[in-house]
């Protein structure tokens, strides 16, 4: 995969997301993605992080902004920077109470891809920053 097409890959990713198409977004990955989760465990699986996307989705309501995507040369690895936009709909277990809490939390993201696709991703935010901004 070129630079040009794997950074296309993540705009679609991130545009996915972004207008909540599941079906899109989960088609972007490979069958076998490895998703390592911030501050958290490492998940194997298209079906496991659809499972992860479900529990989000419900828990939090989320834009991505300020997006800059960086791929190198091979196109097998990428990263993104960005800023989250959101909203705290649902208590999450272990997390502090939900009330509607709007946050703005600067993130990123590193890529592996392989056969188009996503085939692992590894999100990283402040969680201390999060809370913060969370606790009423």
Known sequence: MSRTQSEQLIQDYYRAFNEG????????????VIHDIN????ETGKAAF?????????????????????????GDRGAAEFVVLGEYLNTDEGLPQAGG????????????????KVARISNHYNLNDW???VIQ
């Open 21 to 32: 198409d599941m079906d899109t977004f989960l088609g972007l990955l490979t069958e076998d």
């Open 39 to 42: 501050q958290g465990g490492r």
């Open 50 to 74: 659809a499972a992860f996307m479900e529990r989000m989705n419900h828990h939090y309501k989320e834009q991505l902004v300020d997006m800059v995507i960086m791929v190198n040369e091979a």
């Open 101 to 116: 809490q709007r946050y703005r939390l600067p993130a990123g993201a590193f890529f592996e891809i392989r056969d188009n």
């Open 131 to 133: 809370i913060a901004q």
